[in-house]
């Protein structure tokens, strides 16, 4: 198991909220996993203009080192108008594996 925090900040100057995440996460040998679905760990959390929302999830993969990277589908709470945010890769590593 691999445990990650993430933090969102919404730079703009309209309310958002997060409705959906896809994520793809693939193990050393190259297998990945598509990961969907509401919200995150259970919420579809507002996030005001300056504000910022931060939570922690986990994830298990077969191997001792891997990747995640994905997307969020935010809503524009004011106009209803819905937008995809890029997710940078990241890795998932063993504490004690250096390489």
Known sequence: MYSYTIL??????????????????????????????????????????????????????????GVMYGTYLMKKLDYSQEFRVRIPEFKLRVPYQLN
């Not at 996993?33 to 005001?48: A, C, D, M, S």
């Open 8 to 65: 969102i900040e919404n730079n703009n100057d309209f309310p958002v909220q997060l409705m959906r995440r896809h994520w793809t996460i693939i193990d050393a040998n190259g297998h990945n996993r598509q990961v969907e679905g509401p919200g995150v760990i259970g919420i579809q959390p507002v996030i005001l203009p300056g504000a910022s929302h931060t939570y922690s999830s986990t994830t298990s993969l077969p191997t001792l080192k």
